[in-house]
């Protein structure tokens, strides 16, 4: 059954358009995720879903058409909505048409760690770029990592940037989030995981580095790079060297780069 509300003043269209605050987001533990992309993706997730709002000219096309039947199979709330309505409720200036609320999901290092063979996790420490973290997630998810930690530092796992930034990743990939750093390193030890760390001094070119057994892989902002206490921590330091006049490379991209060599050296 699909409801139809017509008031920019309805209390389902205030809750949700509050979801684009965090402090709402933590009160209510929901999220928005937005886009035909995106609602695809969680509506075939095992994510719990609360209510899909949608426009009468969105439902005409045939891609979230199926995405608004898989969502009524899975027991969400359908909202048709005009596009005045939606636009109030969504983050993006030109909304698609369609947007999904969804209950946010936590997740603990060692549940993760308990049912993995030989992990690699990756870390962002003091990451607070959302389409940094989101990017990294997505690659993570694309090198077959087996989940993302964001220590307390890091950027909101659930702002609407993050999530979108994503492209779904989010709810295919296990993220770990608000976990202190002490906490981290006390996983992980009783986990028997390597700690490699992103470093200048000291370090070695990521290449030179055994990315084979069960690692997690830190990588900081560019701003301030790792950790001090992660740092001392790591059995590993590791750097991309750079070749041309740049100084550093974008953190997302560095991501990219050391833990393709991480899928070249585990295959």
């Known amino acids: 059954m699909t409801m139809v509300i017509t008031s920019l003043q309805n209390k ?4 949700a358009a509050g979801l684009k605050q965090k402090k709402h987001r933590d009160e209510s533990g929901l999220f928005m995720a937005e886009g035909v992309r995106l609602c695809e993706e969680v ?10 709002f949608f426009t009468a000219e969105a439902a005409e096309d045939r891609r979230t058409g199926l995405v608004l039947n898989t969502l009524s199979t899975r027991g969400c709330t359908l909202i048709e909505v005009s596009p005045a309505i939606l636009s109030k409720i969504a ?16 997740i603990t290092l060692d549940e993760v760690l308990v049912a993995a063979k030989v992990p690699c996790i990756v870390v962002l420490d003091g990451v607070r770029d959302p389409g940094n973290a989101g990017t990294i997630i997505r690659t993570a998810d694309a090198a077959g990592c087996t989940a993302v930690v964001l220590l307390q530092d890091c950027v909101d796992l659930y702002a609407g940037k993050t999530v979108r930034s994503t492209m ?19 996983v992980i030890k009783k986990y028997g995981l ?6 200048i001094d000291g370090a070695k070119p990521y290449y030179d580095a055994s990315l ?3 690692v997690a892989i830190v990588f900081g902002s560019e701003s301030h790079g790792v950790s001090d206490e992660l740092t001392a ?15 550093s490379l974008n953190v997302a991209s560095a991501a990219a780069i050391i833990l393709y060599e991480a899928v070249r050296q585990r295959a």
């Open 12 to 15: 389902l269209v205030k809750e």
């Open 43 to 52: 509506a075939t997730s095992d994510w719990l879903l609360e209510t899909c």
């Open 91 to 106: 983050e993006t200036e030109e909304p698609q048409g369609i947007l999904v609320t969804v209950r946010q999901k936590k």
């Open 168 to 186: 779904g990743s989010l709810v295919h990939l296990p993220v770990i989030y608000s976990i202190t750093t002490a906490e981290f390193l006390a």
């Open 194 to 199: 390597k700690l490699a760390v992103t470093a």
């Open 212 to 214: 084979t057994e069960a």
């Open 233 to 247: 921590a790591s059995s590993d330091k590791v750097y991309i060297p750079m070749l041309g006049k740049t100084e």
